[in-house]
Structure formats: C-alpha cells, structure tokens
C-alpha cells in the first residue's frame, strides 16, 4: 500500500514531499522510489534532492516546473524500490581509549559496559540518507534502552572514525569534527575518500553492522586501514 504524503511549498524554488510516518523501512522504500521517479523523469527541472527520515525537499531550477509539479503530485503514481540486502561489517574498538564515554553512558542506562556494547551491536542499522559531513550516514535502528540526549556542552573535536550515540540516533563520524553525541568506540574504516568514486562506498538502503575488535586488533588495523566488507 502505498503510503501518501503532503507537499509543502518552502520558498519560489525549495518544496518538500513530507509523510506523517516514523522511520521505517517501508517508509524509505517509498522515498527512494520518489527518488528515483524525481531523477529519472523531472531531473532537467531539478537543482538538487535532498532525501530526510521523513521528507525528500526538491530545489526547483524554475517557478514554472516547481508549479507544474504541485499541479499534478496527486496524480502520480510512484513505485516503492526494494531495499538493499547487504549488510556491511564495520569493526568497532569499543572504550579502551576510543570510546571517552562507553563507561559514563553505561552507568546512565544502569548497564554494564559489556551489555551496552552487546546491545549497540546487535542491531543492523539501516541507512536512510547521508548529510551533515560527507560520508556520514543517518543511521536507524538503536534500541530505545540506548536513546540518550546529546551533550549539554559538545566536543570540540570528535576524533575521525568515532561511533557515537545522539538522541535516538547512533553514527560514525566520518572525519574530525565537533560534535555532541556520545562517543562509545572508534572504527579504523574511512567512510569518504574523495579520491574514489564513488566517494562512500554504501547506499541508502544498505545495513550496517558493528562487530567488537579489541584493542590489539585497532591498532594493527589503524596501520593497515581494511576496506569495508558485505554479507
């Protein structure tokens, strides 16, 4: 069934297909399939598409075509793209000197530092879109036990590769960068290389799942940095 949405007008060029939906992968996949309807028949039209959890916002290169688009959105009919099967494996070196706040989130969510770790872990998180830095991938799919408000006060300077946990969100900062999540570990993998192409190597659509390396096995790997893999 397909889920409906709204469209609002943001300014002359700037408009967004909202849906009164929480995340979910039924939700994404309609979205993409948006996505793909908006590229592959109004692209000449479009400046640039910017996909949310719940939203896709279209900036328009003309009045004309954004006013021609609203005129018929109730007519058209899109076809939701199935999601992707691949599940890439990032390695996690959780506390032990990459993770500054696994021990204090913990003890806010009455765990132990292993169960929190086992529990962080044991979800493959679905990528819904890529903002903020490039590279980093709005993830969905932390447990609510692990939902923490961000920081009163962020860090200056969150290391590159660190995994952390905002809100009901967890990501991986793909460079060095302020920031106010939580940070509970650090993974080796680069997650944007300009120098390829593409510059990420996942998709909207793909899962990512964190797998626990100790310490020893971050430093060899820091050295040596993989490249990603899926299952």
Known sequence: MEIKPSYIQIS????????????SDSL???????????????????LDLRQGFTSV????????AHSQFQNKLNTIAIRP??????????????GEGFGKDLETLAKEKKLKVGELIEMHASVAYRIHFFGFLPGF??????????????????E??????????????????????PGGW????????????GEHNPPVWANSGDRIKFVPISS????????????????
């Open 156 to 177: 200056r300077a969150v290391p590159r590769g660190s995994v952390a946990i905002g809100g009901s969100q967890t990501g991986i900062y793909p460079r060095e960068s």
């Open 137 to 154: 991938m709005y993830l969905n799919g932390l447990p609510e036990r692990l939902h923490s408000p961000r920081k009163a006060v962020p």
């Open 81 to 94: 793209l199935e999601l992707s099967n691949k599940i890439w494996k990032v390695p996690v070196c959780y």
């Open 12 to 23: 002359p060029l700037l408009g967004e297909i909202h849906w009164k939906e929480n995340p």
């Open 57 to 64: 916002s279209i900036l328009w290169k003309d009045v004309v």
């Open 182 to 193: 939580h940070i509970i570990g650090r993974t080796p993998i680069s997650l944007f290389d």
């Open 216 to 231: 020893s096995e971050m430093e060899r790997l820091i050295e040596n940095p993989p490249l990603p893999n899926y299952k």
């Open 28 to 46: 994404l996949s309609m979205q993409l399939g948006w996505c793909d309807f908006l590229q592959r028949e109004l692209g000449d039209q479009i």
